[in-house]
């Protein structure tokens, strides 16, 4: 999955993106998420905001959404070495989507995040369990649901809850339309046609084969983890 300039397609993908199955996946657990972790007056900070497609999401729950991001469009500046211009304890959650795949250094990350974060702070966080190379400017690696947690946990966080998103019967079907649509797209006229009826019925191919997919066998092999956690040291939930 790739980052995209326009923040309405994360929330809205059509059925002819590439991503489709998985954007929406991603869009209703987010939501579930950010609706359990935060109430009316909560401080959020997107921590790696891009555009800020989920600003809306969060403000919608009657939380104060901030957007932390290198350059100069956020809210807030993220230092070339991943400091956060934010004071100490000053967010009540920090919320990171499809960003921990390209952070070079997870010590800096983690511990800036529970830095900004006030005590009993709620992390929700999604990152890929397996994908495609795709730097943003960098992309260091994937996780298996047990790599994940311990990452995690072994840096200032209580994870909650996960829920894997897209087993793989889906996600092989997405790569495959990925590859495919990467092939044909480029050619004149009949190019960007074939490739979204090609998706159409790859897209709802790949639907009904993650509804078939057993469970069990989605939670250790997902394609993204939606993780809900707590700032380690704080009240129990």
């Known amino acids: 999955m790739t980052r995209t300039a326009d923040p309405t397609r994360r929330l809205f993908p059509r059925l002819i993106d590439t991503d489709w199955l998985l954007l929406r996946r991603l869009t209703a657990a ?41 350059g100069t469009e956020a809210e807030v500046a993220i230092t070339p070495d991943g400091r956060i211009a934010q004071p100490d304890g000053s967010v009540d959650a920090v919320l990171s989507v499809q960003v921990l795949e390209h952070v070079r250094d997870l010590d800096r990350y983690f511990a800036e995040a529970a830095r900004v974060l006030a005590p009993d702070g709620r992390l929700i966080l ?31 966080f209580t994870v909650t809850g996960i829920v894997p998103l897209v087993g793989p019967l889906g996600w092989t079907t997405m790569l495959r339309l990925t590859g495919f649509a ?7 006229v009949a190019g960007p046609v074939l490739t979204a009826l090609l998706a159409i019925v790859m897209n709802l191919r790949a639907a009904f084969e993650d509804a078939i997919t057993p469970a069990a066998i989605t939670a250790d092999n997902a394609c993204v983890y939606v993780v809900t956690a707590r700032k380690s040291g704080g009240a129990a939930a």
């Open 182 to 188: 990467y092939a044909l797209r480029p050619i004149p």
């Open 126 to 156: 999604s990152t890929h369990g397996t994908w495609l190379y795709h730097p943003h400017p960098e992309d260091h690696r994937r996780w298996t649901r047990t790599g994940l947690i311990h990452d995690i946990e072994t840096r200032g």
């Open 30 to 70: 987010l939501q579930q998420a950010i609706a359990g972790s935060v109430q009316p007056g909560t401080r959020l900070l997107d921590f790696g905001c891009g555009t800020m497609p989920y600003r809306a999401m969060v403000e919608a729950c009657g939380a104060r959404y901030t957007g932390a991001d290198f």
